[in-house]
Nanobody, 129 residues
Framework: VQLQASGGGLAQVGGSLRVSCAVS????????MGWFRQAPGKEREFVAA???????YYADSVKGRFTISRDNAKNTVYLQMDSLKPEDTAVYYC????????????????????????WGRGTQVTVSS
């Protein structure tokens, strides 16, 4: 499985960016996908996730500003980031949960970074004021 994150860059406060995670070796439609971020000197933290069936989950800090989505034809997951703040500055990583499930765990499962078996290299997002 390979995950390739891209689309990061520099944005102004209040601006927008979209990061992408292209997946090979697995079908995003069948797997939970998550976005996490890590700022310098901090732990990697949950940002957003989407599970099979399309239900989405967001960290409180990004709810209403970020949107996770997927394009099954392109086998790619996106994170649209609007109303960016300086505290959104971080390296953003996408993760894939390799487990096939017939029932859905609660939200804690999708927000836990240990759920995700494969990770992309990350893409830098910098928000300047």
């Amino acid at each position: 499985v390979q995950l390739q994150a891209s689309g990061g860059g520099l944005a102004q406060v209040g601006g927008s960016l979209r990061v992408s995670c292209a997946v090979s070796g697995r079908t995003v439609f069948n797997h939970a996908m998550g976005w996490f971020r890590q700022a310098p000197g901090k732990e990697r933290e949950f940002v957003a996730a989407i599970r099979p069936g399309g239900k989405t989950y967001y960290a409180d800090s990004v709810k209403g500003r970020f949107t996770i989505s997927r394009d099954n034809a392109k086998n790619t997951v996106y994170l649209q980031m609007d109303s960016l703040k300086p505290e959104d500055t971080a390296v953003y990583y996408c993760g894939l949960d390799a487990t096939f499930r017939s029932s859905w765990p609660d939200s804690n499962y999708y927000t836990d970074r240990r759920t995700y078996d494969s990770w992309g290299r990350g893409t830098q997002v910098t928000v300047s004021s």
